[in-house]
């Protein structure tokens, strides 16, 4: 698919976050909108998937939850759960809970949520496909906030110990997490170095570029018998100009205003760069 066609998914995307938090009064719609150009350029750029239901099909697990409605948006851009299902998010009786549920619907590999767990599950798939000679991959999308979980590291260590390079991990690194800056909660850097150190082979990239994204991923493995690491530097709040890099919007949802305000404006992007494409 081309990168134009990704960048409208994306824009899409972005509209039914904002429309399943207006509605839900909901947390962690900056989280999601970080994680937008991720998960779309990785369904539409890159992952090799026939069908959800599909047993050689690749694996993405999204390991921080809470940014769930960036992918059940997603999801229903490819098919794989309707696009009217995004109406129960957060909702009484709906499917679609506020972090990564796999009853919600195809394409959503594990229940996510409880930080730090993301990595050991996909350690464990990508360890089966070993063992049983499966040529699927499996990519893990986590929080920068969520490296501050020990389990992490272990499922690092494991993964390089058994020479897991069907595995790839993918650090939305936004900068921020619940309660403040990550290098002022406790500090990562140097966060590739640290991954290195660990037996991963990796690079830092552009997490709001479909066309680095996708490429990057697509060249996974870096190295033969190891996993492999990508940093994709983001924006918390991305795509709309007020809760661009601002930590309240980890916990707040738009208002009817504020909603209106935002759909507005990535109408406005929209138009802008299809004009500066003729």
């Not at 779309?40 to 069908?51: D, E, P, Q, R, V």
């Not at 229903?76 to 696009?83: D, H, N, S, T, V």
């Not at 050991?120 to 000679?133: F, H």
Request: with cysteine; glycine share 10%.
């Amino acid at each position: 698919m081309s990168m134009d066609k990704i960048e409208k998914i994306s824009v899409r995307v972005r509209k039914n976050i904002l429309k399943m938090h207006n509605r839900a009064n909901s947390a962690h719609i900056g989280s999601s909108l970080s994680a937008v150009d991720i998960l779309t350029a990785l369904f539409f750029g890159c992952l090799k998937i026939k069908s959800a239901k599909d047993p050689d099909r690749d694996r993405l697990i999204l390991s921080k939850g809470h940014g769930a409605s960036a992918l059940y948006a997603v999801l229903a851009e490819k098919g794989y759960i309707p696009l009217k299902s995004l109406k129960e998010y957060c909702m009484n009786g709906g499917r679609l809970c506020g972090h990564a549920d796999c009853t919600g619907g195809g394409g959503i590999e594990a229940s996510t949520g409880s930080l730090g767990h993301g990595l050991p599950l996909g350690c464990g798939m990508a360890y089966a496909a070993k063992k049983d000679k499966k040529p699927y991959r499996v990519f893990v999308v986590m929080g920068d906030g969520e490296c501050n979980e020990g389990s992490v590291w272990e499922a690092a260590l494991f993964a390089s110990h058994h020479k897991l390079d069907n595995l790839t991990v993918i650090v939305d690194r936004n900068g921020l997490q619940g309660m403040g800056r990550t290098e002022d909660v406790l500090r990562l850097e140097p966060f590739l170095s640290k991954w290195r150190s660990f037996g991963w082979h990796g690079t830092v990239i552009n997490g709001h570029d479909h066309a680095e994204i996708s490429k990057t991923a697509g060249k996974t493995p870096f190295k033969k018998a190891c996993p492999s690491i990508i940093i994709a530097n983001t924006v918390k709040g991305k795509g709309i100009s007020f809760m661009e890099d601002r930590l309240e919007w980890h916990y707040k949802s738009p208002t009817n205003e504020q909603y209106e305000k935002a759909v507005a404006e990535l109408d406005g992007k929209a138009v802008k760069k299809i004009r500066s494409n003729k």
